[in-house]
């Protein structure tokens, strides 16, 4: 490492400044690997590696750690990778907490950070930083689109509930932004609830017309399996991730039919998602999910980005990464001024393909969807 | 006794070379990495307090903890936003200044360990172990749940707190800072081990009644050392909060309540260095073990079975022998009843 | 709040209530018996879980699959036992209270080494799918009321078990003088795994039927944990009668306390306001409940002198 560090230095001082000679970049990669939250990670690694490996790049360094899902550890790993490993990029991170914790300093530190999952508002509004990019979506966008929809489907009164903490009433807001009428209830669950029925009796007593909840993870798949058994038949919305294809099967049956949000989808019908559908079932021998595909257009931004500027040179390093050249599993692909995704949200629905549950386009919810904060952001 | 005292030397020493040893090779991860064990050594060196010599297993020390390092969240971040804490009758500015948030962190801390403490105390045995963890638990909801100060999010500290005269931004000196901070706690630590207060607190443990019988009344006394033990620990928490620049409620969790308790084991209960080995220990396998398996939890686990069950002093027992007469040698059985 | 949901949801209270006994049953035997303070008592749990999730996707019969869990669990158990457990009963609580947090650890990652990371598909039989009618127009899952069923029968049968045969007699004997039971012949090694071991297949019992209407995933165990830990300690921690109307007791507060708090906050704020402070109140409505028992009786409210 110090003699890379020392080749470089020579480099940059005598005769190679402007040549765009290739460099190599490293990327440390921050993500949950093991606990309960681990299958998101996991995912979300094997996408980025997936493209990394595809392209074939030798100038490409990827260092892995895993933040057991801990803020203080996540911060601890983001001053080694860049303290003791010299990354150029940060990227990995699953968790809008962790991603609190780390971003706003390792931007700081002068290093890239470009968000595989989370992203949070304070990143996106005043928080921005021009060393800050998310690839995924901006946190209220697919809330947002479940709202656009249940508006446009004709829902009237829709009971929402979410778990009390800040993704959750953000999620909430983010609903309420673009379904427009006022919801019939709204209720704040305990974060990693795991019995819903005096919820479910509330829904079932408040004389809704539909049901929008935004309960990722474990709580899910508990709500869900609970308000099929409850008899329950309100038209239920919710964001992709109760949906994801990681935790599909463990919901089950009771996952069938439900209208979900999602900016990916396995079957948006263009090349690059085709190759990287296939690509990765035969690596991994399982369908990918959201997270994995956030990870591989992560990497496939990256590396577009390579072909174009020195990491080093951080102006037009920067401005390679917003030119977004590079195709994505989601097709159209652009970044806002927030360096936040501008893109096409869909509403998909669960269907059984086979025996396994998966997600069907069935249309879209909003079209070139930048996000709410653009406009406090300052760069 | 000599060579545990020979040990504890070595090992104050080592903690002190490895750093300045980083920084010589330019290594600032290395420093960072022995702040970490200092923090969580002075957190340890808080709980053996009540633990090793008050016979007291608090399973809620993360509370303090986490009230430390929320005490210098909240006066950073009303610091850098220029918003006062408190504006009414008078006004309660935020503040940077570690030494003005070292002293809120531990009078906090110390308030609620005298609460929570003043309850928990009628209590003994396995019922005190879980009201300290009940107590635990309801500040991790309320963190969490609590939207002022970033709920679930936490709370940043962009630029680290700054102390008089020093460049706390410098890795090493602010590992100096927090290494100066553990020695002098473990002073005080050694001389309250040493004291009347001590010695009277060490035997209601071991014999409650002939402590009551000589006019002493155990309440008091474990309630002090509950105190003093807390506010030693949210102090850490104070100092954790500036090395990550960033609290959450993370820091509430039950299970860092169990790591801190974990150190001082994998230390040695009531050995004055104990919570320093096992902080160490315990980092040095989580560096080590982490880049080998994904699975490294499982290896942590076997490793602290093996401590619990067949190294009872800890890394300390295992190198000085037993026998400091402190807690070690006549732990009592558990079978019949607990006090 | 009409009346008929008022009681449907007092009823959800009794219900989780049943379900906390469940979970704790095998916590406060093991406690009552042998003195230990078993923290691996969620991870018990889990692996009941995941044993039934494995055998119902290889077999899809639940009944099996409740069988699975039962002898996991109960396997898992007697080795832990053997291993690590009965080392630990002439120890202090500290020592148990590490080594069982380091159980957690190794059961917790182990489990996601053999199953992966993923949550794992576990279902209600297709005889309990669906709700039925009770009075007031309630209709009630028909799986939640199997699991009251199953609830006050294990609650019985414990009883029984303490109470009214040989076994427990021993058990009761070994509980108040282990030297003289052991000197009247009785193998009080065999006892202990025995007890230990049915201690752990509660859990794992408790873990197959929780978990089918809940998320099968590594780490389910430990939110488990505390829950059934703050039943027993109301209780009082070793009694069987305790845990039952511990259970009841936080099963209630926890549930009344999520749907009444926010309402009583929006007479005096906004309702978005209200939802998020009665939210964070009712999450700690159960802690709250639990140092005001301990305030009142420090050893539970059927606890002895601890």
């Not at chain 1, 021998?285 to 496939?300: H, V």
């Not at chain 1, 998909?348 to 952001?377: H, M, P, S």
């Not at chain 2, 959450?248 to 104990?274: D, N, Y």
């Amino acid at each position: 490492m110090e003699f890379k560090h020392l080749m470089l230095a020579a480099c940059t001082a005598a005769l190679c400044g402007g040549a765009a000679l290739a460099e190599n970049v490293k990327v440390g990669m921050i993500t949950t690997l093991s606990g309960g939250g681990a299958g998101l990670g996991i995912d979300t690694r094997d996408g980025f590696m997936l493209a990394v490996k595809q392209a074939g790049r030798d100038d490409l360094e990827v260092v892995i750690e895993d933040d057991q899902r801990k803020p203080d550890m996540a911060v601890q790993l983001a001053d080694k990778m860049i303290q003791q490993e010299k990354v150029d990029v940060l990227t990995g991170i699953v968790w809008s907490n962790l991603a609190m914790a780390v971003v706003p300093a390792a931007v700081a530190q002068g290093k890239f950070y470009l968000s595989t999952n989370a992203a949070p508002s304070a990143l996106a509004g005043r928080g921005c930083n021009p060393l800050y990019f998310s690839v995924s979506y901006q946190n209220d966008n697919l809330h947002e689109a479940a709202g656009a929809y249940m508006r446009d489907a004709g829902y009237k009164a829709p009971f929402i509930l979410a778990p009390n903490y800040p993704a959750g009433k953000d999620s909430l807001t983010g609903f309420k932004r673009f379904f427009e009428g006022t919801p019939k209830d709204e209720i704040y669950t305990k974060l990693g609830q795991t019995d819903y029925s005096a919820e479910l009796a509330q829904i079932r007593a408040s004389g809704a017309d539909s049901v929008f909840f935004f309960l990722p993870g474990g709580m899910g798949i508990s709500f869900l399996k609970q308000y099929q058994a409850s008899g329950l038949d309100l038209p239920l919305v919710g964001p992709a991730f109760s949906f994801d294809q990681g935790i599909l099967q463990a919901v089950g049956d009771a996952a069938l039919g439900v209208k979900n949000t999602s900016q990916w989808s396995k079957d948006i019908d263009n090349a690059a998602n085709k190759a990287f559908v296939d690509g990765f079932q035969a690596e991994y021998g399982r369908l990918p999910s959201l997270y994995a595909a956030q990870g591989y257009d992560t990497a496939n931004l990256l590396i577009s980005a390579m072909d174009k500027a020195d990491v080093s040179d951080k102006a037009a390093f920067q401005a390679a990464l917003e030119a977004a050249d590079f195709p994505s599993v989601r097709g159209k692909f652009s970044f806002g001024a927030n360096h936040h995704p501008v893109q096409d949200i869909y509403v998909r629905e669960v269907v059984q393909e086979g025996d396994v549950l998966t997600n069907k386009i069935v249309g879209f919810a909003i079209k070139d969807r930048a996000d709410a904060y653009v406009g406090e952001c300052k760069m | 006794m000599r060579r545990e005292a020979i040990f504890n030397t070595a090992l104050w020493l080592g903690l002190l070379a490895y750093p300045v040893w980083a920084w010589l090779g330019d290594e600032p991860y290395q420093i960072t990495l022995a702040t970490r064990v200092a923090i969580l050594a002075l957190a340890g060196v808080g709980l053996n307090i009540a633990l090793g010599l008050g016979g007291l297993v608090s399973l809620g020390h993360a509370m303090f903890f986490g009230i430390g390092g929320y005490a210098a969240g909240i006066l950073a971040s009303h610091a850098q936003s220029y918003t006062p804490l408190y504006d009414g009758a008078f006004t309660i500015e935020g503040t940077q200044n570690m030494l003005v948030i070292w002293l809120v962190a531990v009078v906090a801390a110390g308030l609620v360990a005298l609460v929570t403490g003043a309850l928990s105390l009628r209590t003994s045995g396995v019922y005190f172990i879980m009201i300290t963890l009940a107590f635990g638990q309801m500040f991790y909801y309320f963190t969490i749940s609590w939207p002022a100060y970033g709920g679930e999010d936490g709370l940043s500290i962009y630029v680290r707190n700054w102390f008089p005269g020093l460049n706390t931004l410098d890795p090493l000196t602010f590992f100096l800072i927090c290494f100066s901070i553990l020695s002098l706690a473990l002073l005080l630590s050694w001389r309250i081990a040493g004291s009347a207060f001590g010695l009277a607190l060490n035997a209601a443990r071991q014999n409650e009644d002939r402590v009551r019988a000589v006019g002493i009344e155990p309440y008091r006394l474990r309630l002090v050392a509950f105190v003093i033990s807390g506010a030693i620990t949210g102090l850490a928490g104070a100092l954790y909060a500036d090395l990550n620049r960033f609290v959450s409620p993370t820091m509430f969790s039950w299970q860092l309540s169990g790591e801190i308790m974990v150190f001082v084991i994998l230390g040695g209960v009531a050995r004055l260095f104990g919570p320093v080995a096992g902080a160490a220990l315990f980092i040095l396998l989580e560096e080590v073990l982490g880049g080998v398996s994904d699975y490294w939890h499982i290896w942590l686990g076997v490793l602290l079975l093996i401590v619990v069950l067949f190294a009872r002093g800890g890394l300390i027992g295992l190198i000085a022998g037993q026998g400091t007469g402190q807690a070690t040698g006549q732990r009592k059985r558990a079978g019949g009843a607990d006090d | 709040m009409s009346a008929a949901l008022f009681i449907e949801q007092v009823f959800n209270g009794l219900q989780f209530g049943v379900m906390l006994f469940l979970m704790s049953a095998g916590l406060t035997l093991i406690f009552g018996v042998m003195g230990l303070i078993n923290l691996a008592h969620g991870a018990l749990y889990m692996v009941g879980a995941f044993a039934a999730a494995a055998v119902s996707a290889a077999t899809g019969s639940f009944l099996l699959a409740l069988m699975g869990a039962l002898a996991a669990s109960a396997v898992a158990g007697v080795l832990v036992e053997v291993i690590v457990i009965r080392r630990l009963y002439a120890r202090d609580h500290l020592d148990q209270v590490l080594a069982t947090f380091a159980l957690i650890l190794i059961f917790s990652e182990g489990t996601r080494w053999v199953f992966g990371s993923f949550p794992l598909y576990l279902d209600v039989p297709a005889a309990l799918a669906g709700p039925v009618m009770l009075p007031f127009g309630i209709a009630y899952p028909a799986y939640r009321l199997a699991i009251i069923g199953i609830g006050l029968v294990v609650a019985a049968a414990l009883f029984f078990l303490i109470a009214g045969t040989r076994v427990g007699m021993r058990i009761r004997a070994g509980e108040s003088d282990r030297e003289m039971i052991g000197a009247l012949g009785v193998n009080i090694s065999a006892l202990y795994t025995g007890v230990f071991a049915l201690g752990a297949a509660l859990a794992g019992f408790a873990g197959a039927l929780v978990g089918a209407i809940q998320s099968v995933q590594v780490g389910m165990g430990e939110p488990v944990l505390i829950l059934a830990f703050v039943t027993i300690v109301i209780g009082g921690i070793g009694s069987i009668r305790g845990a039952f109307v511990g259970a009841l007791l936080v099963g209630l507060t926890d549930t009344l306390g999520r749907v009444l708090l926010p309402i009583l906050f929006s007479a005096v704020m906004e309702p978005s306001a209200a939802a998020t402070v009665g939210g964070a109140l009712a999450s700690m409505a159960i802690y709250i409940l639990m140092a005001l028992v301990l305030l009142f009786k420090p050893t539970g409210l059927y606890g002895g002198a601890a």
